[in-house]
């Protein structure tokens, strides 16, 4: 039994609004047809006859973009591995995070930090798990990029989306109801250690003094990986 981690109080389903406040997805319809992110028309293929790609020592006749997807097809086995497990919760039609522009990354992961937000109302754990996730693969950016590539007014944007997504997820999957429903969501014996790492996340910030910041999501993440680690 896992009671011990349904604590009464404020952190009792106590999650984290969203800070713009609002319908999260309100804006969705009106943004389905801007350009998120740098896109390029299909790469010509040079083929044969019988529409084969034409291939010379090794290489399919066309641009660099043809020759990579040609050269997948043929060795899909040598396909670069997925960087970012969460890119299995993409749907068809979904943007990968490295195409789209900074302020689109933002946008997606407000409008699935909603999402979350109505599923955790709804007690619906599980499924707020998968939200709060997917809005992760679309705010958190890697350590270099995070300290080096992006100015001071961008690191602020983006902690003040990463922050609630780090504190609703790790608040989800300790809850006594949740289940992993799809990859790579944690399983039961996983979730404590994931729990731990995205708390962790949030309280790397503190130390690095990063603007920003709520002072009450210190509180939050210091709790929830005390939490975490008694298990």
Not at 165 to 183: G, V
Request: a negative charge; hydrophobic letters at 35%; aromatic letters at 8%.
């Amino acid at each position: 039994s896992m009671s011990h981690m349904e604590p009464k109080g404020k952190d009792q389903g106590d999650f984290d609004e969203m800070a713009s406040g609002g319908d999260a997805s309100s804006n969705v319809d009106d943004a389905a047809n801007e350009v998120k992110g740098m896109t390029t028309a299909p790469d010509p293929i040079e083929r044969d006859c019988m529409n084969r790609p034409i291939i010379l020592d090794g290489c399919v006749r066309g641009t660099p973009g043809a020759k990579r997807l040609a050269m997948d097809l043929l060795y899909p086995e040598e396909q670069a591995p997925m960087k970012d497990q969460a890119e299995l919760l993409l749907e068809p039609g979904d943007w990968k995070k490295n195409d789209m522009f900074f302020e689109y990354r933002l946008k997606e992961g407000e409008m699935l930090k909603g999402k979350g937000n109505e599923c955790f109302k709804a007690k619906d754990y599980s499924q707020a798990a998968v939200w709060y996730r997917k809005g992760l693969y679309y705010t958190v950016f890697d350590e270099s990029q995070f300290n080096f590539e992006l100015q001071d007014e961008h690191r602020i944007a983006v902690v003040k989306v990463a922050v609630p997504l780090h504190l609703n997820y790790s608040l989800c999957i300790l809850k006594d109801e949740y289940r992993p429903l799809r990859r790579p969501l944690p399983s039961l014996e996983e979730r404590f250690n994931e729990a731990i790492e995205n708390c962790s996340a949030v309280l790397a910030h503190f130390k690095e003094k990063q603007d920003g910041l709520q002072g009450g999501d210190k509180v939050k993440a210091l709790y929830r990986r005390g939490l975490s680690e008694i298990g």
